[in-house]
Nanobody, 119 residues
Framework: EVQLVESGGGLVQPGGSLRLSCAAS????????MSWYRQAPGKERELVAV????????VYASSVKGRFTISRDNAKNTVYLQMNSLKPEDTAVYYC????????????WGQGTQVTVSS
């Protein structure tokens, strides 16, 4: 059974930091591109950051570039999102995504973790 389990969300003051984790199981993690998305109330889900399955190439949304860092540990089947200098507009449910699978592309989602930035 494929599982993506996010953790690390919560309430933080503006300017604070959080580190999200996404533990993966049930598929070959090292072969999948991993991403973080977020969805704020009343808005569409948007891509936050991506990390390639090889080479460590990363891509960020312009709104988080310089503040967020995505990383992965293939030995632990885990992807992380370090979020610094958080702003109220970062408030959203954050979702982990896995895309890959060779000849048959698979697309997996986690259940999401709430991040609230408020004083």
């Amino acid at each position: 059974e494929v599982q993506l389990v996010e953790s690390g969300g919560g309430l933080v003051q503006p300017g604070g930091s959080l580190r999200l984790s996404c533990a993966a199981s049930g598929f070959t993690f090292s072969s999948y591109r991993m991403s973080w998305y977020r969805q704020a109330p009343g808005k569409e889900r948007e891509l936050v950051a991506v990390i390639a399955n090889v080479g460590g190439v990363t891509v960020y949304a312009s709104s988080v570039k310089g503040r967020f860092t995505i990383s992965r540990d293939n030995a632990k089947n885990t992807v992380y999102l370090q979020m610094n200098s958080l702003k109220p507009e970062d408030t959203a449910v954050y979702y982990c995504n896995a895309l890959g699978g060779g000849t048959t592309i698979r697309n997996y989602w986690g259940q999401g973790t709430q991040v609230t930035v408020s004083s």
